[in-house]
Each structure stands twice: as structure tokens, then as C-alpha cells.
């Protein structure tokens, strides 16, 4: 096969991570802010955009300064502004994917009746709802906010860019989670941080683990984090000390399945990280290690998911056998659901 053959058969994705900050006041500001973004993606010819976990309306950083004796106010606030699925900001996100041919990550504050959860949407090219996932185990502070996901939701989809996958902060700290990605051979990582947390440290932290992921699942990560202004830090508490825990904690960044940076990350300030992803370099990494191929070992090493979706009340049919569900057929409901009320 002639050189200009090989070329022309690789098959480039290219991709962006947005940092920017969220409008702490107005969940339709945040919205607007995401419209923005996308826009300014596409005329860069982007065509994967990935937002920072939780970003509409905002992630609760209140929760990680603030008592809770002291929150209540923070936390109603967050349940009024909080997104609801399927509804009429997933309608304008989906309106956007399909007005744009981009494949949407979007982190959101989810509101299912009286629980408020950490979700994650990936919307195809065509506006479609292809993943709804709400992270596992919400860390330390966020327990006091969400609520806790399942198995469900532990699915990678076929998108118009490839096989995506995403998790959110560190559910990257719980193996068997990233392990069950692997097995359905992500191509496309999305994983998302608050940013504007902890400090330097949290930083650092965020380059080992998406770093090391890529080079375990031999396929690219795209991760976003979030961006908090002086402003904005001051306006959640007025305490110093405080305060220097809402600065740092950023890095967005594209990491190749080689662990490469593919562009600068960015760790300041406002911005998006651009890069074209060669899906030859997936075979590349994999021919030397596959994880969960010629590398696994699932007669010494294996892992059993339970996928059924947690919830209060099941119904059983006459041979007493809980009716089979599937988060993709969920989401096609939910799409359609989407479209219909989508600026009404």
C-alpha cells in the first residue's frame, strides 16, 4: 500500500477540552456559556467537546468550604437551578449537537424528584442522548450532596467519533470502574474534574491518573476541569484561608494512548485545549499491550458488574423475573423525550 493510501485511511478525531468558568448565578448563564463554547469549537473544526464534571449549573463548591449546618441555603439553591433529564436545557445541548455534527460531554447537577445526582451526558453528533451516567460514589464533601449512581452506567457508546467512555474525578481512583471501560475498548476517555479545588497537589494528581489511564487502555483521554474567577471564590466565602482551597486543582489536557500530552494541558485562567486524535495510535499502544486482550489473564483475573440499575421498586412478570433494561435503550426513550420538549 502506497504512503498516501496509509494516510488517507487513518481515521483523525479532533477534540477539545473547555476550562472555563461556570455563572455561579444563573444556571441559564452556565448554559449560555456552553453555547458559546461550542460555537467557538466549531469554527476551530472540533468535533468532540468535553465540559468540566458538574459544570450546569455549577459544581457545589460551597460544600467543600462550607459546614453543613451552614449550606442548606447553597444546597436548595443548587436543587432549583439543578438540570432535569430528559428537559429543556438537554433539549438546547442536543439542539446544539445536531446544529454542529459535534459529540457533546457534558457534566451536570441531575435532579430526579428529591435527589440531586453527578451525571454525565454524552450526546452524539446527531443530538441524540446516547449516555446518561451518574457517578458512583460521590467523594467526602459531595456525599452530603448527591446521591450515589450504579453499574448501569458504567457503558461505552458508539458515537460519530468513535467509542466513548467517560468518569468522572475519582471514580478514576476505583480500578474495576476504569477496568470495565477498558472491556468494551473505549477509544475515547472523557473524564472530567471540578478544578479550582484543593491546590497545586490536585493538579498533579489529575496528570498521573489520566495520563496512567491512557497508557492502561492503550486510548486517548480528553479531560476537562473547571476554572473558578478571584471574584467568584470571595463570593462563596470571605475566609482566606479558605479561599486557598478554591484556587489550583486545574488541568485540562489531551493525553495520547502513548501518554502523551497531545497539546499544552492548560492549569490557568480560561481556555480550551485542541488536538487531533490519530485512532491509528490506539494499534500502536495495543499491539505492545492489551489490557483486556493478549495482555489479560480472565482465567487467573476477571470482573463480575451488576448492571441492573439501582432503584427503590421492581416489577416482576409472572416467572418472577426482573424485566431486562438497558441504559442505551433508556436513552433513545430519553432522546425522544429531548426532541419533543427541546425549546418548548
Same mark, same amino acid.
Given at each position: 500500500?502506497?504512503? /498516501?493510501?496509509?494516510?488517507?485511511?487513518?481515521?483523525?478525531?479532533?477534540?477539545?477540552?473547555?476550562?472555563?468558568?461556570?455563572?455561579?448565578?444563573?444556571?441559564?448563564?452556565?448554559?449560555?456559556?456552553?453555547?458559546?463554547?461550542?460555537?467557538?469549537?466549531?469554527?476551530?473544526?472540533?468535533?468532540?467537546?468535553?465540559?468540566?464534571?458538574?459544570?450546569?449549573?455549577?459544581?457545589?463548591?460551597?460544600?467543600?468550604?462550607?459546614?453543613?449546618?451552614?449550606?442548606?441555603?447553597?444546597?436548595?439553591?443548587?436543587?432549583?437551578?439543578?438540570?432535569?433529564?430528559?428537559?429543556?436545557?438537554?433539549?438546547?445541548?442536543?439542539?446544539?449537537?445536531?446544529?454542529?455534527?459535534?459529540?457533546?460531554?457534558?457534566?451536570?447537577?441531575?435532579?430526579? &424528584?428529591?435527589?440531586?445526582?453527578?451525571?454525565?451526558?454524552?450526546?452524539?453528533?446527531?443530538?441524540?442522548?446516547?449516555?446518561?451516567?451518574?457517578?458512583?460514589?460521590?467523594?467526602? &464533601?459531595?456525599?452530603?450532596?448527591?446521591?450515589?449512581?450504579?453499574?448501569?452506567?458504567?457503558?461505552?457508546?458508539?458515537?460519530?467519533?468513535?467509542?466513548?467512555?467517560? *468518569?468522572?474525578?475519582?471514580?478514576?481512583?476505583?480500578?474495576?470502574?476504569?477496568?470495565?471501560?477498558?472491556?468494551?475498548?473505549?477509544? @475515547?476517555?472523557?473524564?472530567?474534574?471540578?478544578?479550582?479545588?484543593?491546590?497545586?497537589?490536585?493538579?498533579?494528581?489529575?496528570?498521573?491518573?489520566?495520563?496512567?489511564?491512557?497508557?492502561?487502555?492503550?486510548?486517548?483521554?480528553?479531560?476537562?476541569?473547571?476554572?473558578?474567577?478571584?471574584?467568584?471564590?470571595?463570593?462563596?466565602?470571605?475566609?482566606?484561608?479558605?479561599?486557598?482551597?478554591?484556587?489550583?486543582?486545574?488541568?485540562?489536557? @489531551?493525553?495520547?494512548?502513548?501518554?502523551?500530552?497531545?497539546?499544552?494541558?492548560?492549569?490557568?485562567?480560561?481556555?480550551?485545549?485542541?488536538?487531533?486524535?490519530?485512532?491509528?495510535?490506539?494499534?500502536?499502544?495495543?499491539?505492545?499491550?492489551? /489490557?483486556?486482550?493478549?495482555?489479560?489473564?480472565?482465567?487467573?483475573?476477571? *470482573?463480575?458488574?451488576?448492571?441492573?440499575?439501582?432503584?427503590?421498586?421492581?416489577?416482576?412478570?409472572?416467572?418472577?423475573?426482573?424485566?431486562?433494561?438497558?441504559?442505551?435503550?433508556?436513552?433513545?426513550?430519553?432522546?425522544?423525550? @429531548?426532541?419533543?420538549?427541546?425549546?418548548?
Amino acid at each position: 500500500m502506497s504512503t /498516501s493510501s496509509t494516510s488517507s485511511a487513518r481515521r483523525i478525531v479532533r477534540a477539545a477540552a473547555v476550562q472555563i468558568a461556570p455563572d455561579l448565578e444563573s444556571g441559564m448563564g452556565t448554559l449560555a456559556r456552553v453555547g458559546d463554547s461550542i460555537v467557538a469549537a466549531a469554527r476551530e473544526g472540533v468535533q468532540l467537546v468535553v465540559f468540566p464534571e458538574t459544570f450546569l449549573p455549577y459544581y457545589p463548591y460551597f460544600s467543600f468550604v462550607l459546614p453543613p449546618v451552614q449550606s442548606g441555603a447553597a444546597h436548595l439553591r443548587l436543587y432549583e437551578e439543578a438540570v432535569t433529564i430528559p428537559g429543556p436545557v438537554t433539549g438546547t445541548v442536543a439542539a446544539l449537537a445536531r446544529e454542529y455534527g459535534m459529540v457533546i460531554v457534558l457534566g451536570v447537577n441531575e435532579r430526579d &424528584h428529591g435527589s440531586l445526582y453527578n451525571t454525565q451526558l454524552i450526546f452524539d453528533a446527531d443530538g441524540q442522548l446516547r449516555l446518561k451516567r451518574r457517578k458512583i460514589t460521590p467523594t467526602f &464533601h459531595e456525599r452530603m450532596i448527591w446521591g450515589q449512581g450504579d453499574a448501569a452506567g458504567l457503558k461505552v457508546v458508539q458515537t460519530a467519533v468513535g467509542r466513548v467512555g467517560a *468518569l468522572a474525578c475519582w471514580e478514576h481512583y476505583n480500578p474495576l470502574a476504569r477496568y470495565a471501560l477498558m472491556t468494551q475498548h473505549e477509544e @475515547i476517555h472523557c473524564s472530567q474534574f471540578p478544578g479550582s479545588l484543593v491546590g497545586p497537589i490536585f493538579a498533579e494528581q489529575i496528570e498521573v491518573t489520566i495520563r496512567h489511564h491512557a497508557l492502561e487502555s492503550g486510548c486517548f483521554v480528553v479531560n476537562a476541569t473547571g476554572w473558578l474567577s478571584d471574584a467568584q471564590i470571595e463570593s462563596i466565602t470571605s475566609d482566606p484561608k479558605l479561599q486557598k482551597a478554591l484556587r489550583g486543582g486545574c488541568n485540562t489536557a @489531551i493525553v495520547s494512548p502513548e501518554g502523551q500530552h497531545l497539546a499544552a494541558p492548560l492549569r490557568e485562567g480560561e481556555g480550551m485545549v485542541i488536538a487531533d486524535l490519530d485512532m491509528a495510535l490506539i494499534t500502536k499502544r495495543k499491539r505492545m499491550m492489551d /489490557s483486556v486482550g493478549h495482555y489479560a489473564r480472565p482465567e487467573l483475573l476477571s *470482573l463480575a458488574i451488576n448492571e441492573r440499575p439501582a432503584a427503590p421498586v421492581f416489577s416482576f412478570d409472572q416467572a418472577g423475573a426482573v424485566p431486562s433494561w438497558s441504559v442505551n435503550d433508556e436513552c433513545q426513550r430519553q432522546s425522544a423525550g @429531548i426532541e419533543a420538549t427541546a425549546f418548548d
